[in-house]
Structures are given as C-alpha cells and as structure tokens.
C-alpha cells in the first residue's frame, strides 16, 4: 500500500479491513456491534460498509427485530465475492480445491499423477484446475490466486524446484505451471503447507509452537514458530529428509546406497513408505506397499509387525532430534506411514525413553490426505485479501 496514515483513502481502506476482518473471524454483525467492537464510530462504519456492499465485498444477511427502536440490519462478508486454488502435487495423485474466502470448498477434482516429465505435469495440473472450477460453476480466469503445494523448495531466484526427487523430469516445473495456470500463483514445499493446514484446521489449531512431521512417500516437516510458519533462510527448513541415520537401508541390489541416499536423504531411504516396502522384503514379504505392510503387521504377521516396530524406532528418534532442536508443543504425524500411529506408537514411545528425558507429545493428524490441500487453500485466503485491499488501496 501507498502513502501514509495521513492518506484518506488508506485509512478508508484500514477501516474497511478491520470491518471485514471481524466478520471473517465472527460472522454476522449489526453497525452497531461493528462499532462497538472495532471502536470505529457509527458513521465511519456505515461509510465503510456502504463501500464494501457496493463492490460486493459484504452483504445483508438477515434482519433483528422484535425489540424497541428500528428493525436491525446484520451483515456479512461475502465469501463466494473472490475464489482461490489451492493444488496438492504428489507423486501419485494431484489434488486441485476452489474455494471462496471462508475456505468452504465450491470445486473438487483428484487425479492419478501420471505424467513423465515437467511438460506433462504442467498441463495435467491446469486440466484439473480448470476442472475443478467447472465443478465450482466458475470460470478459471476469475479466481484470484492459486497456491501450489509440490515436494522439494522452491527457489525464487532461479525459479526452480530443488531437492524433488520424487517428481519427474527437470526442476522446470514452476515456469511451466505460470504458464499454465496464468493465474497470481505461489508454489510452496507441501509439507510446509500441510503444517498451515493443520495450524488452521487440525492438531496445531491454537498451537504457538508446534511441528508436523510427515512420513509418506517421502520424508519432511513443517515448523510453526510463534504462530508463524518458519521455512528458513533459503526455505529448506525442515528438510529432515536428509538427517542422518544408523539404520542400514533396504535399497534394490542394482542401485548403491550412496546414490539413493544422496538423492532422497538417508532418513527418507529408510523411513519413507518405499523404504518400509524395502525393510518388508528383507524379512521375506511379497508385498507391494507399505499400506500392505501396516495391514498385514495389524493382522498379526510376526516379520510385519518386526518391520512396523523398526519404522517406529526410526520415527521415535527422529522426533527425538525435533524436539531437542524445536520444543514443540505438539508434534503431529502425518503421510501415509506416520499417521498409523496406532501400530507405531508403542516403538516410537520406547525409542524416545532410551534417547534420554525429552518426552515430545505426539498425536497423529486426523487431516488425512486433505492436508496439503487445506493449507494451500488457507494459504491463498491469505494473499487473496492482501490483492484485495491492495486493490482498493490503488
């Protein structure tokens, strides 16, 4: 925004905010109500609510009656006035929502991930994205931003992703999707995003310090610091991916530890669902997914259940290296492995009490697969409003 406190049309724009604001967090309110709580005097309000309704920012939701003096008008914003994208890339799946400003999903559309190179995947995601907002009854040029969640960081100079071994071809896959999408468009790390999902709709709601650590395909972590989400200097924080571990890796016999470990981290060698798959093998089972391993492992088998127990002492130390690094108030698991946390727990419990005094609380998400995507939605709320007010600052 321009000017200073002195620019009427800033203060008008700071006073319609603040009204909007309130509303967003509260829902309906009278004039009167808005006053009192924003401290704004009746008729700034009414101005700024005269302003907002006008360009279809709020509207007149219901009327009070029924008591002394004039009949009372309740107003709202208007949610479904500006929608946003939030698209979840997975190695296996695509998940594209639009919603409106409140978050409420008006569009959904899942598809397989079957692209072979970034060409491929760009075009794919912009396929679903424009089916999504048919599904909303919108058209794709009318939503305000999109939020991209993908595996790896994204580096803004180079406009490239990094450390995304799990996504096919060259790291051109950010230039492609602006192409594609021709929309206001941030691309963040997923795991980031699941843990802005899980602050605004899960384990982490209320939670100034909290960590999600994510085990599926791959291996990663979100940090909310002081409420904030914390990505680092160069946004590789929580790349927990590459933390080192003394566990021998189960990789093919043709591929030598090194590359695989050079490429997906140790941890994530490991830890990750292909690693359990691996570690499953080792002990003589022919199954194909590590959702097949936790189901045989919940059946009674003695080697799943070894290989289960194995996966949870990992996953206990690694969250023990977390909590002496972050001290979190919670730590939430998530991903396809790490929200078993009813077959993992108890390994994880004990591999944290011979680690030494630290006791993190961890629970599992209760976000399933929707995480990613709750956050990249919650995330494009965010700058929705900013390009907003930016707009009516002018």
Known sequence: M?????????????????????????GPASRA????????????VSAALAGLEEDGLVHLVGEVSGRPG??????????????????????????VAVADLRGTFAGRTDGRNTARDSA????????????????????????????????????????????????????DLAGRLRSALDVELIIENDINLAAVGEHTYGEGRGKANFALVSIGTGVGM????????????????????????????????????????????????????PGVVRAARAAGLDLETAKD?????????????????????????????VAAVLDPEVIVLSGG??????????AIEDRIAELGPLRPVVVASALGDSGVLLGAVAHARTRAWDLIFDARQG
């Open 2 to 26: 321009r000017g200073g406190l002195g620019n009427p049309r800033l203060l008008r724009v700071l006073n319609e905010r603040r009204l909007l604001d309130q509303l967003h967090a509260n």
């Open 33 to 44: 109500d808005l006053a009192k709580i924003t401290g704004l005097s009746k008729p700034t």
């Open 70 to 95: 004039p009949v009372t008008s309740l107003y709202d914003m208007n949610a479904a006035s500006t929608h946003v994208a939030g698209i979840d890339i997975g190695r296996d799946w695509i998940r």
């Open 120 to 171: 491929e995947l760009a075009v794919l995601v912009g396929d679903l994205c424009r089916a999504a907002a048919r599904e909303a009854e919108l058209d794709w040029s009318v939503i305000a931003c999109a939020v991209v969640g993908s595996p790896g960081v994204y580096d803004p100079a180079q406009g490239r992703l990094d450390f995304a071994p799990n996504l096919p071809g060259p790291p």
């Open 222 to 273: 979100g940090i909310v610091i002081n409420g904030e989400l914390y990505v680092g200097a160069r946004g590789a924080a929580g790349e927990v991916s590459y933390v080192p571990t003394d566990s021998p890796p189960y990789v093919p016999t043709d591929l030598p530890p090194t590359d695989d470990a050079l490429a997906h981290g140790a941890t994530e060698t490991v830890a990750s669902a």
């Open 293 to 321: 391993v936790f189901a045989v492992a919940a059946a009674g088998d003695p080697a799943a259940r070894s290989v289960v127990e194995a996966e949870g002492r990992r996953i206990g130390g690694l969250l023990v290296a």
């Open 337 to 346: 492995v790490g929200r078993n946390l009813e077959l993992l727990g108890a």
